[in-house]
């Protein structure tokens, strides 16, 4: 993405994904596919001879259709490979999880399913730090303050977007941040405060609760009950300990050091956000960031901790996970924790003309269509950041390419495409962006709908859907991969889909 703080008011345009592929818009998956399909029929017509050739077309001609399928982007061969691990892992009883509190755990660790279980979260100073042991990474969470932002007048925004894309341009400049995630919650909540206001305000002031005045004012607050909604917002910096592991050693090495270096880190970060004006409204502690994981795999526990007095917020780390965890046979786009139905898609489109800042909004104030409830949902967006000299070649990379396949398309008689061009002006717009100081992430967005029931996670979708078209953005569900992508929504740990 790329911004002109000369002109306020400007536009601004994202970077379009690119339709080239490795060669002739083809990937890895199809080219891989391809190869195979070739493999075999020349073995079959050098080893045996033309009857053999023939005998092995059933094998080898749908690999060779299958090599150049594409839906949505993504290579039909990758997607078949999904649809294969998910029916093995279901053969060997994978995508059922159930927990089992009397089986021992190493203290420290966390009720998740598979390599998850081996997250371990330390808190130094009241403030989370969660260690993976086999990425080698930590992770710290903040909830940044941000009320207000799409009622700002556009030039407001733009100003502050454009501080935000500085922070994050520092960040491409720094060894040891491995990702970057910016985390975006619409919860339903309850309007106890207001309730609790009004009734102290009732007894302070000797107010007749039976009046005319107070039945309606009682009416509003129980009509405003169902439409009480929470908007969070929280980014998750992760840090590869490996290249850190000087600095580590320094603080002290092992655990004291790496919890030093998260204090630090926590410092720099706060001080970076502030000069952006970005408030860090807190770094979440244990039960917080527990927290998040309870309440995205058990919507219904939502209201139990949002009620809670400050020292008592979030849950305890042993309660993060889920008691149950299912991907129903048959739904390959669901599955189902605890109390809630969950279906997370990937953006694979963006806007693709101009667009403003802010363009979000009618994803984060999605409603159903029918009920006009709030949309529960997690927005994520993970960047990996990426050096200045890692960046230049990459698009010098993709030019070769381009230029093969106008080579390629030129033999062919065909003519150039709008995409193609689209392709060539998008390296160019992006080439022109880093020499001037903007930083380059690759990222990946998803997106998790939840809901109470399937009816209303069908319900949920729909609305959400509506959203993202107003929004011009695309989503594509990760069909039989929903288990992982769950756990990528609802843990801040700084994942990706790999």
Known sequence: ?????????RPIRLARKSTQGIIAGL??????????????????????????????????????????????????????AQWLSLHVRRALGGTTTRFRPERPQIAGTVNLPGRLASIQVWDTDGQAVAYNPFSKTISITAELE????????????????????????????RDGIARVSLQERTVPTTILPARQFYADTVTRRGLNPDS???????????????????????????????????QIKNLGGGKTGILAL??????????????????????????????????????????????RAQEDAGVDLAAIGPMALDEPKGKNGIVRSDSGWHSTMWIHEWPRTETHVGFIEPLVFARHPNSGEAVTHIFSLVLTPVKTRSALKRIDDEKRTWRTNQRVKAKRNQQDSAADNADWDALVDQEQSIVAGEGEYRYGAYLTVSATSEEKL?????????????????????????????????????????
């Open 1 to 9: 993405m790329s911004t002109h703080p000369s002109i306020a008011d």
């Open 27 to 80: 990937d890895m998956w199809n080219l891989t596919t391809l190869a195979v399909s070739a493999g075999i029929a020349i073995i079959s017509i050098n080893r045996w001879g033309f009857p053999a050739f023939f005998a092995s077309m059933p094998v080898w001609l749908p690999l060779a259709v299958a090599g150049l399928a594409q839906h949505h982007g993504v290579a039909f061969p990758r997607i078949a």
């Open 146 to 173: 941000v009320q207000g932002f799409l009622m700002l007048e556009m030039p407001e925004r733009n100003e502050l977007s454009r501080n935000w894309g500085q922070v994050l341009a520092g960040f491409t400049q």
């Open 212 to 246: 005319p005045v107070a039945r309606n004012y009682d009416d509003v607050l129980d009509q405003s009950e169902s439409f009480a909604v929470s908007h969070k917002n929280y980014v998750t910096l992760t840090f590869d300990l490996l290249k850190l592991q000087g």
């Open 262 to 307: 998260a204090r630090i880190e926590t410092a720099n970060v706060t001080d970076a956000l502030r000069a952006a004006r970005f408030d860090v409204r807190k770094w979440l502690s244990v039960r917080e960031w527990a927290a998040l994981g309870r309440t995205a795999f058990d919507p219904e526990y939502l209201a139990a901790t949002q009620n």
């Open 458 to 498: 069908n319900s949920s979708l729909a609305g959400m859907r509506n959203a993202l078209t107003r929004a011009g953005m695309e989503p594509q569900i990760l069909y039989c991969q929903q288990a992982e992508a769950l756990m990528v929504n609802a843990l801040p740990l700084g994942q990706g889909m790999k």
